[in-house]
């Protein structure tokens, strides 16, 4: 039978254009988009029901009822990130003993009911109790010096937290250790299906690189004696 053309995009709040997302339509065809975001399907006529999968995002709209005849361009997702983590000060620059380090994280609801999340406090620094910013049921646990509880959002709903921490290591030359900083979300009874944020790194030391200096290439030059000269011309 004849086929017609589907087309979107898949994008994140600004425009990027979001990779490798999978696209289904009913449970036959199935597209990937492409560095630009792009997907396109050829479907046979009658209703089909699109739907993005990355599970890092939440989708907007979860998916998209088409019918063809006629061909559908347009039929665009925007992906919102499930877990983003940023930090102040930002990565440019080495930590030192005392500074103090800020960590935001910014969430959407999952697709998964009971989703737990869990954001340990990282290795060299000691948490700053009196800085939180929580979500109901999210609070720190002093014996695994965790952030953790049941995420009280609705699918797509928005939420954010922040606290601070502080710097209890001095970097040197001979041990520079590096401050690492990652969240996850995961079902209840699927700890395994963890979605993870991007790792947020500070370095307590930076090391010096030197540029290799390259000597200069002599430069050769052809001298000709008047004999060599005379034979040139002969």
Known sequence: PKRYLVTGRAVGPEGAPIENVVITAGDVYTAFTNSDGAFGFGLSPGE????????????????RPVTVPPAANGQ????????QKTAQPDVQ????????LTYTLHLRGPDFAGAILADPVPTYTLFLSETLQSLPGIVYHTESNTLSGTLPLAVMESGVITYSVRVAVTGTVESGPVIVNQARIYPADAPEQAIWSEPVIHYTYLWPTYLPLFPLQEQTCLLYTSDAADERSS
């Open 93 to 100: 620059r080495p930590v030192a003993y005392g500074d103090t």
């Open 76 to 83: 665009d997702f925007v992906g919102y990130r499930i877990l």
């Open 48 to 63: 089909q029901t699109l739907t993005p999968i990355q599970r890092s995002f939440a989708w907007d709209p979860p998916q």
